[in-house]
């Protein structure tokens, strides 16, 4: 269920929702990557433990906020200006996903094949699809409850499991999600408001990764395919 490019044309309105999403989200995003900069210094130089506690929320919020930036930017059909040089662990990349989700304390890694690398510029995509899964996870099972990572290597592609224990979804409601992973939908303010499995649909589109969920006994899994060409 790889998605596949949409050889539709975006309606004028839609044009006019795709401009004013980038602009602003490009806007915000330099305000922000200043502002993490500005934070990362008082981060070596603070003494004070209890106002070093401050800084590193601070921090901590800064880049959920470059997250939403970001996602804002996907949705405009634009990419991050952040660029990676180098290959990096898979197991690295899920540290960075769940470092940007507020309950990363619930985030547990189970069995992780740690000889698998991301290619560069796989990586930063695949930190923020990951974050907005892990998000929705943890927003749709109990507060108490762990959410399971497990990857693993299957032929030359890398299969990523991401299992809540929430109250799960209806067959209709699962069907209509899984459509959606499998093509993006066009952009609206309906689309901007739960732009979460929209941003998930077009960073997989774009590095034609196959994402799918499916019911638990209890809960949901996320499952995440990795191509070859994802992976070195």
Excluded: W
């Amino acid at each position: 269920m790889v998605a596949m490019v949409s050889s539709a044309s975006p309606s004028p309105g839609e044009d006019e929702t795709i401009d004013m999403l980038f602009h602003l989200s490009r806007r915000s995003q330099a305000m922000v990557d200043r502002l993490i900069s500005c934070l990362d210094r008082m981060e070596q130089v603070e003494p004070d433990a209890d106002r070093m506690k401050d800084v590193f929320e601070l921090d901590f919020l800064a880049i959920r906020m470059r997250r939403n930036d970001e996602s804002l930017l996907v949705l405009a059909g634009g990419e991050s200006a952040r660029i990676r040089r180098d290959p990096v662990t898979l197991v690295e990349v899920l540290h960075g996903a769940r470092s940007e989700v507020e309950d990363y304390r619930r985030i547990e890694f189970g069995v992780i094949d740690e000889s698998l690398l991301v290619a560069a510029p796989v990586v930063n995509d695949l930190v923020h699809l990951l974050a907005e899964l892990f998000d929705n996870a943890a927003a749709f099972s109990p507060p108490d409850s762990a959410i399971l990572v497990e990857a693993r290597k299957v032929a030359d592609r890398a299969v990523l499991l991401v299992e809540d224990r929430g109250i799960g979804m209806g067959a209709q409601r699962l069907r209509e999600l899984n459509q959606r992973l499998a093509g993006p939908s066009p952009v609206t303010a309906a689309t901007v408001r739960q732009m979460g499995i929209e941003v998930v649909s077009r960073l997989a589109q774009r590095h034609e990764i196959r994402v799918e969920l499916e019911s638990l006994e209890r809960g949901i899994a996320a499952s995440v395919v990795l191509p070859s060409h994802a992976l070195v």
